[in-house]
């Protein structure tokens, strides 16, 4: 058995204690062998001083976006994907696709993302890039029937059923894959009546996005005569491995909905105050019950795809959503980035205990800007940036040593990058 050992630091535990010990990790395995004193092995990665914390988990994001950002800014979210987004996805190659995964990726590393919920086009592209970089992923092809004949919007489906049982358990078991429908209003009603028993026979997890904003809830309230979520519920879209993007616009009937059927939702508040789309009632959900996770949404809305920003966002605005600021609070934006993404997208990572997936971010807190320690919580919730990442492990392997990403070649993704974003956005513009 290979081990590796992060030693002297302080672990954060699943309880949200902090704790001075060594992880012992079984690299062969990919699992944590032992939190504590621990004298085997050498020590693979120096966490002395440090703040050692579960892999961040990004439950819900469009990863190649990292492609666009800050390509449109300043629009509401119909506006922005029909008149800037879309039109140039339509020019997108598997290879931007893999160039803007690899960027986004890079950019995940090195702020402690260990492991992400992507929603996008060309998968398999994706599956590739997760495959070369150790990362762990959740994986599904988009699939939106709006605008199509009937012919592709059911290719559409297909497609995302075949990929999703094609590659659940790739990369050595680091990728797990579900059906990923765009949205309650991208997709028709039939389409949802035809492809949804499939994917649950196949056993896929679903996820799609979901009372993102109010004018989107409106006419799908007016054409059902319920709420979006009942409605996703009688199309059989509320499984106990589903989860939602969004579920801004929800009211109690809908959060009760969600924990009877545990089906959780995915906060993505940079996106939702981009984008304007609302303010979602985080504290709410949790009360009823709800697991709920965090994600970023794509770059394009963000702009980044720190998890550390999003926590901070997260608490910040589910306080003013709740008119409380005892709502959101630390330990509970910490839990929804680690414990809480974890259980939505179904992975056992986000907690530092034996047995579960050795994912892990080490945080250097010899900085100004986290002086004094009076509670390190508080600090990842509130005053910790992404560049405060010292080590980043996943599945046992160290994907960043000393700041140094092991697994990409910097300066290639970011020049990639650049280029075929430039040439992307030249071929939607001719
Ligand atoms: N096969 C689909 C692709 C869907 S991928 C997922 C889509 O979600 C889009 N997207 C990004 N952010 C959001 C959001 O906040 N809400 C809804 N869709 C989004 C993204 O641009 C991408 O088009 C097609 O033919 O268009
Ligand atoms: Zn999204």
């Not at 910490?334 to 050795?358: C, F, H, K, L, Y």
Request: proline share 4%.
């Amino acid at each position: 058995m290979t081990t590796l050992r992060i030693a002297d630091g302080q672990v954060l535990r699943p309880d949200m204690t902090i704790e001075r010990a060594d992880v012992l990790v079984d690299q062969d395995a990919g699992t944590i062998l032992d939190v504590g004193d621990v004298d085997e092995g050498d020590v693979g990665l120096d966490a002395e001083g440090d703040l050692v914390i579960p892999g961040l988990v990004n439950a819900h994001t469009h990863v190649a976006m990292t492609l666009l950002r800050g390509y449109a800014d300043d629009k509401p979210l119909d506006a922005w994907l029909q008149e800037d987004i879309w039109p140039v996805e339509a020019e997108l190659t598997a290879e931007d696709v893999r160039v803007g995964t690899r960027l986004g990726v890079l950019e995940m590393i090195r702020s402690g993302t260990t492991c992400f919920a992507d929603m996008y086009f060309d998968m398999p592209a994706v599956a590739e890039v997760v495959e070369e970089t150790g990362m762990r992923a959740m994986l599904g092809y988009g699939a939106i029937t709006v605008g199509q004949d009937d012919e592709a919007a059911r290719q559409e489906l297909q497609d995302s059923l075949a990929f999703a049982k094609e590659y659940d358990g790739a990369a050595d078991g680091r990728i797990s894959t579900a059906f990923k429908p765009h949205s309650l209003t991208t997709v028709g009603e039939e389409y949802y009546r035809e492809f949804v028993p499939e994917a649950n026979e196949a056993g896929l997890p679903i996820h799609f996005h979901a009372n993102e904003t109010e004018g989107e809830v409106d006419p799908l309230v007016d054409e059902h005569g319920e709420r979006p979520l009942e409605y996703a519920d009688d199309v059989g879209l509320l499984g106990e491995d589903s989860f939602i993007a969004h579920g801004v616009h929800t009211d109690a009937t809908e959060h009760e909905l969600l924990a009877e059927r545990g089906t959780a939702v995915v906060h993505c508040p940079a996106s939702n105050m981009k984008l304007a789309s609302g303010m979602a009632p985080v504290q709410d959900m949790l009360d009823a019950g709800v697991t709920v996770g965090l994600g970023t949404d794509g770059a394009a809305s963000n702009n980044d795809l720190s998890m550390f920003d999003e926590m901070r966002d997260a608490a910040m605005l589910g306080k003013l959503a709740a008119d409380d600021a005892s709502a959101v609070d630390a330990p509970t934006v910490v839990e929804m980035a680690t414990q809480g993404s974890a259980a939505a997208i179904g992975v056992d990572s986000g907690r530092i205990e034996p047995g579960a997936n050795a994912d892990l971010a080490v945080i250097d807190l010899d900085e100004p800007r986290l002086t004094p320690g009076h509670d390190l919580v508080s600090h990842l919730a509130y005053a910790v940036t992404g560049s405060d990442v010292r080590h980043t492990v996943c599945d046992g392997q160290v994907l960043m040593r000393d700041r140094t990403v092991l697994t990409l070649d910097e300066q290639q993704v970011v020049q990639d990058a650049t280029e075929h974003a430039r040439a992307l956005v030249d071929r939607a513009e001719e």
